[in-house]
């Protein structure tokens, strides 16, 4: 969910609104406060409702995996679901602390408050990946695709380029070879800059009508660089992963090769251009969801905790609960 710039309206209400809860909670802490010797425990009058609020609201968060699972429930949009859940999420935070009275209590409250917090933090820093990264993903990969794609577009991209090497330098395919067709034309998505513009185009190129003689460093070049770089990315190939490293490398293996086969050349070049990108969106993909592998889990585990934490007040905490004892 954006909250800057023009989304940032709707969100205004949610932020005052948690703030005088906020304001209100710490008012009311106080002013039971006057006049003890220690702060309120949770289980004092104030302690205990701020605790209540706290439960109540982590069970609220929690539920947004059920709604987001139900998109067709009627139970309001989902973005009311989503600012819900990020200012009273944070919320939490001071309900928690003033509930705790300030103190980490015994191993289970202790293990509670820890997890919680991680719960939030993983949380805030989701949050900023999603304000951050899809701007810098449009920036970074004009030619984005659908990340589960990466693998099998890969596998087509290092075929078109056997196909483009075996026409200039001679086919060489044995019974073994995938098909051993010859590429007449290869179509590529490279990345073009004009000015500031940064886009993607569609290229074709067309391979030699005939093998090209002494090109049978480009084969070299592609069996042992190119192919494994398109095939697997950094891991198959590191001196192609970095922009300004494989520009010059392609380079030098232009400068060995004669003029018929730089067209080539170009269009290999322009395949690991557009495979540097799918790995970078990978990677930025990676970042924008990875933070969600700590908070889900540990949201479902803060509920186990809480219910515990909830069981264990009840029964057998030392601190007199009003309206309990
Ligand atoms: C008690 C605290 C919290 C609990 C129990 C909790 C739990 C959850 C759960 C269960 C989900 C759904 C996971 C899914 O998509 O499958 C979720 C999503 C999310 N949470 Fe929390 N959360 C808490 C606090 C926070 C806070 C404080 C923030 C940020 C300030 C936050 C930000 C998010 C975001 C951005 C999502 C993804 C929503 C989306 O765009 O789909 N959470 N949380």
């Known amino acids: 969910m954006l909250i800057t710039g023009e989304h940032a309206r709707p969100h205004v209400p949610w932020i005052v609104g948690c703030l005088v809860a906020a304001a209100g909670a710490l008012g009311w802490f106080l002013v039971e406060s006057v006049g003890q010797s220690a702060w309120p425990s949770g289980g004092s009058k104030v302690g205990l409702a701020l605790g209540v609020a706290a439960g109540l609201i982590c ?21 009311w679901w989503l600012r ?20 980490l209590g015994g191993p289970l409250s202790a293990a509670t408050m820890v997890v919680l917090v991680i719960v939030i933090v ?18 970074l990969v004009p030619g984005e695709t659908i ?4 693998p099998h577009l890969s596998g087509l991209a290092a075929r078109d380029g056997a196909r483009l090497v075996a026409a200039v330098c001679g086919d060489q395919s044995t019974d073994d070879d995938d098909d051993g067709e010859l590429a007449t034309h290869l179509v590529v ?8 513009l940064q886009g993607r185009v569609l290229l074709t190129s067309a ?3 005939e093998p090209v003689p002494e090109s049978e460093s480009l084969r070299a070049f592609f069996e042992g660089s190119a192919r494994p770089y398109l095939l697997s990315g950094k891991a198959g190939c590191p001196g192609l992963a970095g922009e300004r490293a494989a520009r010059a490398w392609f380079l030098e293996v232009r400068a060995g090769l004669p003029p018929a086969a730089h067209p080539a050349v170009a269009a290999l070049e322009d395949l690991c251009s557009q495979r540097r990108q799918w790995d970078r969106q ?20 803060l509920m186990a905790l809480l219910a515990a934490h909830v069981v264990w007040a009840l029964m057998y905490t030392t601190h007199p609960i009003p309206f309990i004892h």
């Open 59 to 79: 069970l609220f968060e929690f539920l947004l995996w059920p709604r987001k699972k139900l998109r067709t429930w009627r139970i309001g949009p989902v973005q």
């Open 282 to 301: 990978a990677w930025l993909h990676g970042w924008l969801h990875a933070w969600l592998l700590v908070h889900l889990p540990l949201s479902v585990l």
């Open 189 to 196: 998505g490279a990345v073009r800059q004009v000015g500031a």
């Open 147 to 150: 990340v589960s794609q990466i």
């Open 84 to 103: 819900a859940h990020i200012w009273l999420g944070l919320l939490v935070v001071p309900l928690a602390v003033l509930h705790s009275g300030f103190r």
């Open 207 to 209: 391979a030699p009508s």
């Open 122 to 139: 993983s949380g805030v820093w989701g949050l900023a990946m999603q304000q951050f990264l899809p701007s810098r993903m449009l920036d």
